[in-house]
């Protein structure tokens, strides 16, 4: 059993808010943790999932059946089938507003996210449940290097990760684009071929860590840059891509302003790109990429809430992978490398300087930690997520 770090958060969540969203792509776990914090919760709990007929038949009068559970913590899975029920829970709310009454689990749609934030603004707090993340699984397995290297093939989804072969995680894998292809885009009232988004994201996975380009995109399937553009935000939506923005800073460079585009779970790009083990993988063009999407990723998702992430890329090449600010005076530059050996860039020292940064780390697939100028210091990933961000200012 892999402990997820965010248990705690929700638990502390749900005894300050009426109402606690956990959000995030399928399959990331949501329901199993759903129901351990149930178990555990010091009043009765109840779990409706409105996928299932059964239970969605309860809510055929809303206002009733929750009535009747006014002093239960009600868990309401796939609450974007009912986006009727967010007036119905503002309601409830206003006539009591005791903290921990409702667990909502959905997806990232769009429309539930807009619902919901209007709807119910100020009586609930979001929370995104991500798949594994690196220190969990580190935590709990008896070899972490192992266990790393494999989360970074198979990437966090908890079937995938934990499947009992390479071969068995893909089997899974592809069943998963498959289901959102073929299940969640209709769903989120997408309409378009899922073969079309399927080759779309055969085509990003290409472009993983490089600048957006949508021109190029929109030549290569005939369709104009906002389609594409539309294309992307999709993807974005739902959890599965992430759009990294370019720092904008007031310097007399010219600084590039197209953003970087990643696949969120590293083993979603493997199966896209057809890899299908660490030799494959090794062998692989997208080396490099892979290394620093998974990076970047696991370092945003474990980063202060509070901080803010871009990258740093001028027109004549100084650039930085990844700076985290957590105010105008507190930043610090991360460049990834796939290196046991690394160096520090003349770039990364120019960007640095132009910026005013005086901490930089160069996250490597290493094991040791080590200083390669005053300012920068080599570190491995794990290290870098176990010390926590306050020690790398």
Known sequence: MIDRTLTHTIR?????????????S???GKTTLARIIADAWPTPAIYLDLELPSDLAKLGEPELYLGAHENTLVIL??????????PVLRGMIDRNRRPGRFLLLGSA?????RQSSETLAGRLIYLELTPFLLPEIAASEAEPDTASQRLWLRGGYPESFLARSDADSMVWRY?????????DVPQMGFRTSSTRIRRFWEMLAHSHAQLWNASGFARNFDVTA???RHYLDLLTDALLVRQLQPLH???KKRLVKSHKVYIRDIGLLHALLRIPDRESLHGHPILGASFEGFAIEQIIQQAPKNADFAFYRTHTGEEI???????SRQRVAIEVKYTASPQVSRGMRTAMSDLGITRGHVVTAGTGTFPLSPEIQAIPLLRLLNDGFETLL
């Open 12 to 24: 502390k969540a749900l005894l300050q808010f009426p109402a606690v969203a956990l959000i995030g």
């Open 26 to 28: 399928r399959q990331t």
């Open 77 to 86: 899975d796939e609450i974007q089938r009912r986006p009727d029920l967010f």
């Open 109 to 113: 749609a769009p429309e539930l996210l």
């Open 175 to 183: 069943a998963f684009l498959a289901t959102f292809l073929e299940r």
């Open 226 to 228: 906002p389609m594409v």
């Open 249 to 251: 800073a007031n310097l």
């Open 321 to 327: 992978d990844l700076v985290v600010s957590l105010s």
